[in-house]
């Protein structure tokens, strides 16, 4: 990431980015990165889920298939960075070498970066490829958006993403970064969002949903949950 020359040559701070490669002949075999994901891969052929690699995986590897003209793509999370020890020379994140099926290496990569910053985020709210959820097939990852009328001063607030809805992401309000959510790790089952995050009119959520949602629903709450 931070090598992109991109942000005046300061590469991608944070975020996510985007690997693609687009076979030119079928692939089948054992995916590996000898060099490891900084931090965590979903690894998607077509579209669909294969599987995820951790950057504290012992091997990062798993199987793949992949048709010609088929798309392999590889989405890696930066999930933050240590400040101590020997750990500050290693946080570079992404893929930091050669990604191999079966042995062979895989050339051609295209480079998508996602930082989600505001104006980012503001590119995507006027996007012309929204499509009202009930005629969705949902496919992950996927950006989920919907907006809301406050008629009142507004108030502090928790959005709450039910766990058996929502499995990991990230929450936009108003372009501002709640922060992530992982159900199955925590701590926090709720997002805590500001009174200033809001505005007194029509509010909108953003939230980029990694791996499911079979309901998407969500809702906002007047105390926090936590454990």
């Not at 051609?108 to 930082?115: A, C, I, Q, S, V």
């Not at 503001?122 to 809301?148: C, E, G, H, Y």
């Amino acid at each position: 990431m931070e090598r992109l020359m991109i942000n005046n040559g300061g590469g991608q701070g944070y975020g996510f980015i985007l690997y693609r490669h687009v076979a030119a002949q079928d692939l089948n075999g054992m995916l590996r990165i000898p060099a490891g994901v900084h931090d965590r891969a979903i690894v998607l052929v077509d579209g669909k889920e294969n599987g995820v690699l951790f950057t504290n995986d012992a091997a990062a590897q798993l199987t793949v298939s992949v048709r010609a003209h088929g798309t392999l793509d590889i989405l890696v999370e930066n999930c933050g960075r240590v400040n101590f020890q020997k750990y500050l020379t290693k946080q570079m994140k992404g893929l930091h070498g050669a990604v191999l099926v079966d042995q062979q290496e895989i050339t051609g990569w295209r480079l998508y970066p996602l930082e989600f910053k505001p104006g980012q985020i503001v590119d995507i709210t006027n996007s012309r490829q929204w499509m009202p959820l009930d005629s969705l097939k949902i496919s992950s990852p996927v950006l989920f958006r919907a907006t809301w009328t406050i008629d009142s001063e507004p108030r502090d607030t928790f959005l709450h993403l039910p766990r058996d809805q929502w499995s990991k992401g990230v929450a936009f309000i108003n372009t501002i970064n709640l922060g992530r959510y992982w159900a199955a790790k925590g701590p926090q089952k709720a997002l805590y969002v500001p009174a200033p995050f809001l505005r007194y009119g029509i509010n909108e959520l953003i939230i980029f949903e990694l791996h499911s949602s079979p309901a998407a629903h969500v809702e906002f709450l007047d105390h926090s949950l936590l454990g």
